[in-house]
């Protein structure tokens, strides 16, 4: 069991390189046992089709994503210091040499079209990553109309930093998020005395 899970990791690991570096439809599973050294034939029985290993790759790229990200908001306890940990997360994700944008939105482009399965996983990881933001706005006590506001500035972040090279844009998402959670602030009802 420990030798299957073991050529299972080994192929999963190859497979995200390889389908984050160059892009899913350019990879084979030839490329896949080359680079993992699990022979194809095992390789088919871990995965039984390619859609099946692009599939698992996603799952453990959400799970893996979004631990990275709580794990670093976690590290803060003031409710705007947590939301704007996001950005710096982001920030701090750009920088890897190797970053190419959001693997959902770009494997959602290359097979979103032609699997309903991969293009439900982009929509589920997607609307993890807002329901994630949703509950620190909530925590924060502002608006919930702020959720889709740095959802969006977040997702612009993460696409134009994979288009322009550079980590900039998470520098800038981050600068609106903090000044339109100032604006909520200053624009948030009193709270009424209490009326004894």
């Known amino acids: 069991m420990a030798e299957h899970e073991a050529a299972r990791e080994q192929a999963l ?9 160059r892009g899913v439809q350019a990879v084979g599973m030839d490329a896949v046992r ?4 699990v022979s194809l034939k095992r390789l088919y029985r871990l995965f039984p089709s390619k859609e099946a290993l692009v599939l698992q790759f996603l799952r453990r790229r959400d799970e893996r ?5 709580a794990r670093h ?3 803060y306890t003031a409710p705007d210091d ?3 940990a996001v950005f710096d997360r982001l920030h701090t994700w750009f920088c890897e040499p190797d970053y190419r944008g959001c693997a959902f939105v770009n494997s959602f482009g290359e097979l979103g079209g032609v699997s ?3 293009a439900d996983q982009a929509r589920r990881h997607k609307q993890a990553f807002r329901d994630y933001l949703a509950a620190l706005v909530e925590d924060s006590g502002l608006p919930a109309e702020l959720t889709d506001q740095l959802f969006l500035l977040a997702e612009g972040a993460i696409t134009t930093a994979a288009i322009t090279g550079t980590a900039a844009p998470a520098l800038h998402a981050r600068t609106a998020a ?3 959670v100032r604006a909520h602030r200053q624009h948030a009802p009193a709270v009424p005395d209490s009326v004894p």
């Open 116 to 118: 309903a399965e991969v």
């Open 73 to 75: 908001v976690d590290a």
């Open 13 to 21: 690991d190859a497979a995200e390189r390889l389908f984050y570096g």
């Open 82 to 84: 947590r939301l704007l």
């Open 34 to 37: 080359d680079a993992s050294g």
């Open 178 to 180: 903090r000044l339109l």
């Open 65 to 69: 994503w979004r631990q990275a990200l």
